[in-house]
Structure formats: structure tokens, C-alpha cells
């Protein structure tokens, strides 16, 4: 059995709690808030057995196997740090970090105390999207030629939302464009150049941003993010060969169309109980009983790589949470 603390207790906490339930070997067994008296509601609600009102407190329960991090991307680091230093292993809710430094940072602390931890990218866990990984790596499509993806919201949120407060990392990138640049990354890799092109809000975060990533066989990913309408949340990937198209949300999509040259769709199907975050959640589990001090489905030099180019896409646009 694998006892989880979860740190924090907001929506994606919740959600992630209630997927959870769906694993048999997995108990939920303590929460930690910035106040006891949320701790406690959060404890009540889903029947947790220990309330901590503190990070800290939360951090230093032995009886924990592993720390799930669901605060506001601001505070992941500091929030990581903490259970980092008391030994625990953790999982840390998408972006890792605001940045690659402070990202390389957790990881040379986890790295110097010997203990797991894994950027909550459920994506890359998913079944259906590592079956399409599998393939467009198999050559099923031929060459990729290019990566296509949205993901915006409707909105409007108010300046003290935190999509849009830059004190804590607010703008569509970090939130939303994360999962298309994810995307392109898990079928590309690394691309050689990075183009973004972006409106900023008043408060200087992202609120519609495109982006155009080139790589050096030739192939290209055309992503865009933002806040400001809802957009499609599709995606496809296209090769000399065939394609690969998503449906929404392509992030977690109910199933895949393959569309090989001269043969038949063939549709992939997915299994779609729970809300996901069950998939990434279980290779936690299986990395923890094999002593494993990262995930080779959320590989730490993937989660640098793509905060190296969320940091770049900011440059350019010009997004600084200095």
C-alpha cells in the first residue's frame, strides 16, 4: 500500500484524490494546508485521517510514502523544497516549476537526498497518448512533418485570478501552452529554433500566445495558447506516411484516429474512468516499489527541457516573474 500526503487542497487536489480511490494499493492518508482550519474541511470532506496546517508539518509524517505538490505553480518550489528536505518523495503538479533554473534546482536536491520525484505531467502517462508515442516512434505515420495543437480558455478571469496574477506565474503559457509544447516535445524532442509571438494583459502575463517550434530534420510544431476563447483542444501529428489526429481535449482524448496512406481509419480507443490523474498516480506507485528515483514515462531531462523552452517562448514574448 502506498500512503499519500497531498500538499494543498484546491481543485486539481481534489480531483486528484478522487482518482486516488480508483487504485487499489493507493491510501490517502494525510493533508497539509497553509491553515489547519483547510486542512481540516479538506480531511472531512474525503475522509483523511490526519490534518497537518502546515507544509512542513505535512512533510515530516514518516508514515508518508510520497507527497503529492497541487499548490499554484508559484509555490511548487518552495513547497517541493520543504518535503525534498525531509526525505520525501514527490510529485509535483505540471509546470514543475516557473522556471528551468529553479526546476534544476529540485531536481540536484532530490538527486543529493536520494529520493523520487516526478513532474505531474499526466499526459505523457496516459495509455492512448504513449500508445500514439509508440507509434509515430515506430515509423507508423513515416517521417513526422509536423505537430498541430490548441489549448484556450474562454475566460474572462479577473485580474486577481491566478491565470492572470503575475505574482504567481500567471499568463496561458505555464497553464494551458504547456500541454501542446509537452506534446510536440514527447513526438519531436528538442526543437532547434523557438518563435512565439504573444498579446500580453495589463497585469504583463500571456494571453494569447502562438508559437512555432522547427527542428532540424525539417519537421515543425504549430501550437497556440490562451485565455482569451475557448479553441478547439485538438491535435494532430502528420507524417510522409500518414497522420494521427485527437480529438478534445487532445490532452487526454477518448480516442485516436490513424490514418495510414491507402488503408482504412483505424480508431484507438481509451479507457476514460476517473478523471486521469489515476495513470500518473500509478507509475508514482511502480517506481517507488522499484526503487526507482525517477520515471522513465516523466524523465527529469524532460521536464528541463521543456521549462528551457517555456523560458525561451517568455523571452520572446516578453513574461518575466522576476
Not at 12 to 33: C, H, K, Q
Not at 163 to 183: K, N
Request: charged share 20%; proline share 6%.
Amino acid at each position: 500500500m502506498t500512503r499519500w500526503g497531498i500538499l494543498a487542497t484546491g481543485f486539481i487536489a481534489t480531483r486528484f484524490v478522487e482518482d486516488l480511490r480508483l487504485l487499489p494499493d493507493a491510501e490517502v492518508a494525510a493533508v497539509g494546508s497553509r491553515s489547519p482550519e483547510g486542512a481540516q474541511r479538506f480531511a472531512d470532506r474525503h475522509g483523511i485521517a490526519r490534518a497537518y496546517g502546515s507544509w512542513a508539518e505535512l512533510a515530516a509524517d514518516d508514515s508518508l510514502d510520497v507527497v503529492y505538490v497541487a499548490t499554484p505553480h508559484a509555490a511548487h518550489h518552495a513547497a517541493a523544497t520543504i518535503c525534498l528536505q525531509a526525505g520525501r518523495a514527490v510529485l509535483v503538479e505540471k509546470p514543475f516549476t516557473l522556471d528551468r533554473r529553479s526546476g534544476a534546482e529540485l531536481i540536484d536536491l532530490a538527486r543529493s537526498r536520494d529520493v523520487f520525484l516526478m513532474e505531474a505531467m499526466w499526459m505523457r502517462c496516459n495509455p492512448l497518448l504513449r500508445r500514439v508515442a509508440e507509434l509515430v516512434a515506430d515509423g507508423a505515420i513515416g517521417q513526422v512533418t509536423t505537430v498541430a495543437a490548441d489549448f484556450g480558455a474562454a475566460g474572462p478571469f479577473p485580474p486577481e485570478h491566478r491565470m492572470r496574477a503575475r505574482t504567481l506565474g500567471g499568463g496561458a503559457l505555464l497553464d494551458l501552452g504547456v500541454y501542446p509544447v509537452g506534446l510536440a516535445h514527447l513526438l519531436l524532442g528538442v526543437p532547434q529554433q523557438v518563435r512565439a509571438f504573444a498579446q500580453l494583459s495589463p497585469e504583463g502575463v500571456d494571453e494569447n500566445t502562438g508559437i512555432l517550434l522547427g527542428y532540424a530534420d525539417g519537421a515543425l510544431a504549430t501550437l497556440s495558447c490562451g485565455m482569451v476563447g475557448a479553441t478547439p483542444l485538438v491535435a494532430s501529428v502528420t507524417g510522409t506516411a500518414g497522420r494521427i489526429d485527437l480529438p478534445t481535449p487532445f490532452y487526454r482524448p477518448p480516442y485516436a484516429t490513424l490514418h495510414r496512406d491507402g488503408a482504412a481509419p483505424e480508431v484507438l480507443r481509451a479507457d476514460l474512468s476517473g478523471w486521469g490523474y489515476q495513470h500518473e498516480a500509478a507509475e508514482v506507485q511502480r517506481c517507488l516499489a522499484a526503487g526507482l528515483r525517477e520515471s522513465p514515462l516523466v524523465p527529469q531531462r524532460a521536464t528541463l527541457e521543456v521549462l528551457g523552452l517555456l523560458d525561451d517562448i517568455r523571452a520572446q514574448i516578453g513574461v518575466d516573474y522576476a
